[in-house]
């Protein structure tokens, strides 16, 4: 993992934060989460995915460090927050619709920047958003709950290697 298990609570927060915020504001829902476990499976759980990587240097120590945040549910629990953001019904997964899930996550960043920021976390989004998980990468997961349906929220971080 390259990052302590403190460390890495600290570095979760404002992402969990923010999301609770962000789905509070767009899809007008509450977020729950569960016990954050270490996945054994590094595959996300739901059907339908929005990934984002995104590197940066965390001041206090100098290390440069890498990280990739994604958000995964059923197609139903999309759809259900899909239908919320637009305010109107969507009965199916299609490119019109499948911008949502990105725009989310880029929403949950940026609003997880001012408090990364003031834990010494300089951030940016990179362009390979489709990027897996590197291999025997440490991975955590947030289960949430909200009235749209159930949700997983994983976190992987690494510093950079050569550091």
Do not use: W
């Not at 996945?39 to 059907?47: V, W």
């Amino acid at each position: 993992m390259g990052i302590d298990s403190k460390q890495f609570v600290i570095f979760s927060k404002p992402f969990i934060d923010a999301a609770k915020n962000v789905f509070e504001t767009m899809a007008f829902t509450s977020l729950q989460t569960g016990k954050p476990i270490i996945k054994k499976e590094l595959d996300p759980k739901g059907e339908v995915l929005s990934r984002l990587k995104l590197s940066g240097v965390h001041t206090p120590t100098k290390k440069e460090y890498e990280a990739i945040l994604t958000l995964s549910c059923s197609r139903e629990t999309y759809l259900n927050i899909a239908s919320a953001i637009l305010m109107e019904e969507i009965r199916d997964y299609d490119d019109d619709y499948m911008q949502i899930g990105e725009e989310l996550i880029k929403m949950i960043l940026g609003s997880a920047k001012r408090d990364l920021t003031g834990l010494g976390f300089s951030s940016y989004a990179d362009e390979n958003q489709n990027q897996n998980y590197p291999y025997s990468s440490t991975v955590v997961e947030v289960p949430i709950e909200c009235s749209h349906g159930k949700m997983y929220f994983d976190i992987y971080y690494n510093d950079v290697l050569g550091q």
